[in-house]
């Protein structure tokens, strides 16, 4: 069966403070792999999304950038935090392309705390 | 263009009495439909999807849902809630292959009282 690894699960970090948040998917091959971020009393806002190794898109332009170095694994990164960047970051995969209807699986998400 | 709206942020009901969470979803394709939900501090799990099979499905913990075309609507619905149902739930509607197409709805937060 298919299982996905998100950590840290909580983080505390300074401004201007760099950050990796990795995610990895055991028991599937060529997933679609996503970052969101869901901050306080908000809906999920997809971040970035990959179909392939060194395959990146940005939905939202910002202080973030993802990069996806093995087929199952995704990191979240930023060079320097900004108090904005806060919330609660969710690694997901779904079948890779060519498969329609299939749903996002999710990690259990990262609390990130930028003081 | 494809959108999701669930009609109540909370809903509160008693332990034991039946659950009802709204959902209306706008699609230009034939789209496919799930529910999620959150506990605290976790990530999402899949409920149940809809992929233009039988119209009515059933997901886990006894959660079923109703794809009605005519109605643009795909209610979440429980007999009998538990106390373990407490938590956020999410329509989620999608119209791509990928899962980069997906809109997902602004939650309901599920209150179960004892």
């Known amino acids: 069966s298919q299982t996905i690894h998100q950590w840290p699960a909580t983080l505390v970090q300074p401004v201007g403070s760099p950050l990796s948040l990795e995610c990895t998917v055991e028991?599937?091959?060529?997933?679609?792999l996503y970052w969101y971020r869901q901050a306080a009393g908000r809906g999920l806002q997809l971040l970035f999304y990959?179909?392939?190794?060194?395959?990146i898109s940005s939905e939202v332009p910002q202080n973030l950038s993802a990069s996806r170095p093995q087929d199952r694994q995704f990191i979240l990164s930023s060079k320097k935090l900004l108090l904005s960047d806060s919330g609660f970051y969710l690694c997901?995969?779904?079948?890779?392309?060519?498969?329609?209807?299939?749903?996002?699986?999710f990690g259990n998400g990262t609390r990130l705390t930028v003081t | 263009a494809q959108s999701v709206t669930q009609l109540d942020s909370h809903v509160s009901v008693s332990e034991g009495t039946p659950v009802l969470l709204r959902c209306n979803y706008s699609?230009?394709?034939?789209?496919?439909l799930f529910w999620y939900v959150q506990h605290p501090n976790k990530g999402l799990q899949l409920l149940l999807k809809?992929?233009?099979?039988?119209?009515l499905v059933k997901g886990i913990n006894g959660f079923e849902a109703e794809f009605k075309k005519s109605e643009t609507s795909f209610h979440l619905t429980k007999p009998s809630a538990h106390m373990s149902d407490a938590a956020e739930y999410f329509c989620?509607?999608?119209?791509?292959?990928?899962?980069?197409?997906?809109?997902f709805g602004a939650g309901t937060r599920l209150f179960v009282k004892a």
């Open positions: 989620v509607v999608s119209e791509g292959a990928g899962g980069f197409k997906t809109i």
């Open positions: 028991g599937t091959s060529n997933p679609n």
């Open positions: 997901a995969w779904s079948v890779g392309t060519g498969y329609a209807r299939s749903p996002l699986h």
């Open positions: 699609s230009s394709y034939s789209p496919s």
């Open positions: 990959s179909v392939g190794i060194g395959q």
């Open positions: 809809y992929t233009s099979a039988a119209t």
